[in-house]
């Protein structure tokens, strides 16, 4: 069964040795400098159980290679269509770290990466998260679990709900692609690294959580044209009507 077939019919898909376990441990090294440099000004990122980094590439473009990943675009491409983009990226270290009131404690409780209108959730196939493991996801070190068959529902799970969970367990380079209103959560945390990076994708005319084109205008010129599709520099409005009236360029 394709990568496609997977997302459509079950809501979740693997890709397995999508990075070399050289590729991740670097990666690994670059956020956790990323980390040790945001904890001396932003008071959320390290918690009792993960240490949050959003945005992670504006630090460093070479990081952009976690979130312009030539295999799921090529999926990406089919299931959404060339013109999708990137909503929102977050890298996790889901570790026990230290009492933090000021934390971003994320994932810890059953969710959804989708979005609700009326009280219901939208249908699946307009958002979708990928999860690439960075190190070894175990029963030990905090995987994430997921509900079967939870991305055609179309109501909220309990957050602290006791559901029959299946563990996504794989290697460091493993991408998982999973449709965003999957209930899911992440595993408890424990002493052991378990770094990741959780990236939401979407149609074109989604709007992100950040302004990357302003985020990375002194950037542009070092940003792939894939990349600065991916992150909105195709698909920000003009202005007013003089500038242009279509908002998507190609």
Not at 23 to 51: D, M, P, R, W
Not at 147 to 156: C, E, F, K
Not at 214 to 239: G, Q
Request: some cysteine.
């Amino acid at each position: 069964m394709s990568h496609v077939e997977n997302l459509r019919l079950n809501g979740l898909t693997k890709i397995e040795n999508c990075f070399s376990h050289e590729q991740c441990a670097n990666f690994v090294t670059e956020l956790e400098e990323i980390v040790e440099k945001n904890s001396k000004s932003l008071k959320y990122t390290l918690g009792e159980n993960a240490t949050f980094t959003p945005n992670f590439f504006r630090h460093n473009l070479e990081l952009l290679a976690l979130v312009d990943i030539p295999q799921v675009g090529q999926i990406f491409n089919e299931i959404i269509d060339e013109d999708h983009v990137l909503v929102a990226c977050n890298a996790i270290n889901r570790c026990k770290s230290q009492e933090n009131p000021d934390a971003i404690e994320v994932g810890q409780n059953w969710h959804t990466d989708s979005r609700y209108i009326g009280q219901k959730r939208m249908q699946p196939g307009v958002f979708f998260s990928v999860m690439v493991m960075l190190d070894d996801f175990t029963t030990e070190n905090g995987a994430t679990s997921y509900v079967p068959n939870s991305h055609l529902r179309t109501d909220r799970p309990k957050r602290d709900g006791q559901y029959e969970g299946i563990e996504i367990t794989g290697h460091a380079g493993d991408v998982v692609i999973f449709d965003s209103g999957l209930w899911h959560k992440g595993g408890e945390a424990s002493k052991k690294r378990r770094w990741s990076v959780f990236n939401l994708y979407g149609p074109w005319f989604i709007k992100p959580y950040f302004n990357f084109p302003l985020m990375l205008e002194d950037k542009v010129n070092d940003i792939s044209k894939s990349s600065a599709r991916l992150l909105h520099f195709n698909s920000t409005p003009p202005i007013d009507e003089t500038e242009r009236f279509s908002t998507l360029l190609k």
